[in-house]
């Protein structure tokens, strides 16, 4: 398991163990999603964000807290969930672009903002 706060630490360490130990599965925590795919390109495949899940727990909590109903929260949560690590893959191949990265991360937040939208509309006719 790799859990070192330092993301170059984590980075050397990954190299070093991969390096020595090219069979050894390595479990790591990513600090953002550009340590994420610096992770993935030393062939690193169980990786899981540091904040990512803690914060799909949070926003859980302010919709239920806000009176939205269990099964609507579930499902946005689970969208965005969804959506989000969808574009961290698709996203991956272009993350030394900087201006691409934010050009498209912009573009990933309209279609998610278009997704939550079309489904307001579809829960509002079928309330009808």
């Known amino acids: 398991m790799l859990a070192i706060d330092d993301m170059e630490e984590s980075l050397k360490t990954a190299s070093i163990v991969r390096e020595h130990f090219p069979h050894l599965k390595i479990f790591a925590r990513a600090r953002n999603r550009q340590h994420f795919y610096k992770l993935m390109d030393l062939g690193i495949t ?8 803690s914060a799909l727990e949070l926003a859980r909590l302010v919709l ?11 499902q946005s949560i689970n969208q965005f969930r969804d959506h989000d690590i969808k574009r961290l893959y698709d996203h991956r191949q272009y993350n030394t672009d900087e201006e691409l990265m934010i ?15 079309s489904d307001n509309k579809d829960e509002e006719i079928n309330n009808t």
Do not use: D, Q, Y
């Open 64 to 74: 239920t807290g806000l009176g939205l109903p269990n099964k609507e929260v579930k």
């Open 46 to 53: 169980h990786i899981r964000r540091e904040t990512f899940f």
């Open 103 to 117: 050009s498209m991360s912009k573009g990933a937040a309209r279609e998610l903002e278009e997704l939550f939208e």
